[in-house]
Every structure is written in structure tokens, then in C-alpha cells.
């Protein structure tokens, strides 16, 4: 149900833009985030907006430098990653949930994830 693209290798301080593509069911019903897994840790929480679009939340190590927005038309979901650091290296999921949280355990559906390499 949801199909995450846009990541690449990019030099550090560079920019990236992911998008998640939702069925409309999905978009507009349940609240959509943003989450990483680096080798060998736990996947973390990084941006979540609610299913109406008025609220995000960010984890603090991207504030100010991400940004997670939604396109009602195109019922996708986007992450734009600015000043990206090498410690942003991971693979990136989207997940639709209906509870707005912190945790993956609150997210139902997932995608498929997408690399995203800062190099220094």
C-alpha cells in the first residue's frame, strides 16, 4: 500500500526529497511517518504528520533540517532532507498509522524502505 522513493548517495550537506505514494484510503484515513534503520540499530522514529495534514513532529537530531509534508492530489507523502549529515545514512520507511506517535509499533502498514548515503 505504500511505495517509498527518492533516496541516492549525496555529499554531506547536500539535499534529498523522499516521497511515499499511499492508496487514497490510506492517505486520508491514517497519519503518516517517517522512520530509519541504520546496520545495526533499531529503526527510529524521525517526522510524523497527522492524517489532516495540521501537525507534524520531528525528532530532534532533524529539526530544522527535514521537513514532512503531504499532496492530497497526488495522495503522497514527501520528506525533504536539507544539510544532510553522514550520520542521516540509513534506509528510510514510510508507515501509515492511526495513532500520531514516536513509535513503529503504532504504524500498521509500511513501505518497502529506500537508501538514503551521505558521504563526507
Known amino acids: 500500500q505504500l511505495q517509498a522513493c527518492g533516496g541516492g548517495l549525496v555529499q554531506a550537506g547536500g539535499s534529498l526529497r523522499l516521497s511515499c505514494a499511499a492508496s487514497?484510503?490510506?492517505?486520508?484515513?491514517?497519519?503518516m511517518g517517517w522512520f530509519r534503520q541504520s546496520p545495526g540499530k533499531e529503526r527510529e522514529f524521525v517526522a510524523v504528520?497527522?492524517?489532516?495534514?495540521?501537525?507534524?513532529d520531528y525528532t530532534d537530531t532533524v529539526k530544522g533540517r527535514f521537513t514532512i509534508s503531504k499532496d492530497r492530489a497526488k495522495n503522497t507523502v514527501y520528506l525533504q532532507m536539507n544539510s544532510l549529515r553522514p550520520e542521516d545514512t540509513a534506509v528510510y520507511y514510510c508507515?501509515?498509522?492511526?495513532?500520531?506517535?514516536?513509535?513503529?509499533?503504532?504504524?500498521?502498514?509500511w513501505g518497502q524502505g529506500t537508501l538514503v548515503t551521505v558521504s563526507s
Open positions: 487514497e484510503r490510506t492517505f486520508n484515513m491514517h497519519n
Open positions: 508507515a501509515a498509522g492511526q495513532y500520531y506517535g514516536r513509535s513503529p509499533i503504532q504504524y500498521h502498514y
Open positions: 504528520i497527522s492524517w489532516g495534514g495540521a501537525n507534524a
